[in-house]
Structure formats: C-alpha cells, structure tokens
C-alpha cells in the first residue's frame, strides 16, 4: 500500500506549500493582533517620504498577507485533477472565498459555497457568476446554512460527495472579540469542530 492510499501525500512541493500556508496563517493573526491594537503615535517614513502609522503599516502587512495565504490555497487545491471534482467552499460568499470560487471555476472544480450571509452578501456570488460566464457558473451551488447547525452540513454532506473542503468561515476581528468572546469561541471552534465531525461522517479526508 502506498503513502498516498494512506491519504500521505510526500509530494514535497505539496508539503512545504502547506506548511508555508500554515506560517503565513499564523503571522497574519499575529500581526493583525499587535497592529489593531496600536495607537499611531509612532509614524514610519516609506521611501517617497510619506509618512503612515503604525496602523496602517498593519493593515498593509495584514492585506499582503491574506493574498499570500489565498495563492497558498489555490496552489495546494489546484494539483488536484479538477474532472468531476466537486469543492465545498464554506464561507464562500466573503472577500476571500470569492476570489478562490473565480480561480476553481476557472480551473474545472464544480464548487458549493455554505454561507450564512452574517457577515456578507449574496450580491457578491452573483458577481463571481458574472466574472466566470454562464458555462462556469452552472458548476456553482449556494446554500445558505450555518457552522453552528450541524443538520445544515448534514444535509449537504449527504446529497453531495466532497472532494475536498476550503474552510473561510471563521471570524477574525481583534477588538470585537473582547466585546463577544463566546460568539467568537463558538464560531471558531465548535463550528469547526462540527465541520471535522460532519467531514468523518462522509469519509471527506480533504480541508
């Protein structure tokens, strides 16, 4: 039996990408935690002699983070073979999800967004309809559903088998945290929790 039917993949191009991804995740919550919380007193001249904040320099450093970690997920979803490949893209419908959604579409994957709208719009899927073409964007499912009710994945999970899962929706504001803790920890950790369990249940090995 090989290391890949054991669902080890030593591809090492593959193993360095995620773990880069996993690097990148981390230092951008970190930066987004020590930067959101400065006061700009401090400026920091660029080369062109404009002055910016310390807050600004996060939110920069924030930005190119997330497109970093964005080209990591297409990069380690798109060295699968994307026939008859079906992606769930939970939180699909927010600034990242969509933009992953254009570059499965564009790739072949046939994607299902889960979203609950909370902190996004539909409008937004609509555009990434519009962006793909008509073609593609019969290979694009929403439904509308929540982390938090496990019959939502379950339903899902059973009219559809998974290749493999993208998971965007967690939620990520520093200072709203402190304000919310527990919607934070439930959203986070229990609906991911659901998720994993939901994702055992149909034999989904792929997030």
Known sequence: MSWKSKGFDPNPKSMVTKELTLLLCIGCFYAKMHFSELQAKVT???????????????????????FIIFLCFCYCFLQMDASEKTILVIGGAGFIGTHTMVQLLNE???VLIINNLDNSVIEAVDRVKELV???????LQFNLGD????????KLFSKTKFDA????????AVGKSFGNPRQY???NLIGTINLYKIMAKYNCKKV
């Open 133 to 139: 073409g008509p073609e593609l964007s019969k290979k």
């Open 165 to 172: 899962v993208i998971h965007f929706a967690g939620v990520k």
């Open 147 to 154: 982390l938090m009710n496990r019959d939502d994945l379950d």
């Open 108 to 110: 072949g994957f046939k």
């Open 44 to 66: 920091t001249k660029c080369f062109f002699a404009i002055e910016i904040g310390d807050k600004a320099v996060g939110r920069i450093i924030i930005g190119l983070t997330y």
């Open 185 to 187: 920890f439930d959203n």
